[in-house]
């Protein structure tokens, strides 16, 4: 069963860099798909970037290309987000997902989601 927990989540300034981790502690085996999405308040949920797991090709939103980087370890079976440059408009409570199928923007093709970790930017 997949199992995702983020963390790396705070409160920065403008300008400032994060690194969000996201871990399947379930430990699967198989070989999924991994997005971060994010949600500000009284917005809805938007997607990030993405990777996929069998070939790492990855995806991204057009507002953080160039600032954001999404990464994985397979061994470690952990996806990260490095953000970089971080603006006010960046801020949102930010979630990884997985599911079995290709990387996609749509947040209801992903079967799997971690709790949530929050991120404040301020200027």
């Known amino acids: 069963q997949v199992k995702l927990v983020e963390s790396g989540g705070g409160s920065v300034q403008a300008g400032d860099s994060l690194k969000l981790s996201c871990t399947d502690v379930?430990?699967?085996?198989?070989?999924?798909?991994m997005g971060w999405f994010r949600q500000a308040p009284g917005k809805v949920r938007e997607f990030v970037a993405a990777?996929?797991?069998?070939?790492?090709?990855?995806y991204y939103t057009h507002s953080v290309k160039g600032r954001f980087t999404i990464a994985r370890e397979n061994g470690k079976n952990t996806v990260y987000l490095q953000m970089n440059n971080l603006k006010d408009d960046d801020t949102a409570d930010y979630y990884c997902a997985a599911d079995s199928k290709g990387a996609t923007m749509l947040p209801s093709a992903y079967a799997y989601w971690g709790q949530g970790t929050q991120v404040t930017v301020s200027s």
């Open positions: 990777i996929n797991w069998s070939d790492g090709t990855t």
């Open positions: 379930g430990r699967t085996r198989g070989r999924y798909a």
